[in-house]
């Protein structure tokens, strides 16, 4: 089992930048699929980004050519850079890896 924690959210204006950031308890180096999920106020948890060991991104159509994926497996670390943030990507955000999830960190953007 892998222990995930989340940090970097925050309240940011409209159009405002931030970096997230998911550390693992272990080595992720063996680890292929590493993601990112978000739950807006009342709706459902959403993948927003995954990433695999050899770098291959995949985005959801809502954060495309906004957000970038990236892990640094000498840290223990998958980063999720956020720019251009509207308010509709006012959520907590997650950090998945083989059905282990983080408590989240809270992502609010003011219009």
């Known amino acids: 089992q892998v222990q995930l924690v989340e940090s970097g959210g925050g309240l940011v204006q409209a159009g405002g930048s931030l970096r997230l950031s998911c550390a693992a308890s272990k080595s992720i180096f063996s680890i292929n699929l590493m993601a990112w999920y978000r739950q807006p106020p009342g709706k459902q948890r959403e993948l927003v980004a995954d990433?695999?060991?050899?770098?291959?991104?995949s985005y959801a159509d809502a954060v495309k050519g906004r957000f970038t994926i990236s892990r640094d497996n000498a840290k223990n670390t998958v980063y999720l850079q956020m720019n251009s943030l509207k308010p509709e990507d006012t959520a907590v955000y997650y950090c998945?890896?083989?059905?282990?999830w983080g408590q989240g960190t809270q992502v609010t953007v003011s219009s």
């Open positions: 990433i695999t060991n050899d770098g291959s991104t």
């Open positions: 998945m890896c083989r059905n282990n």
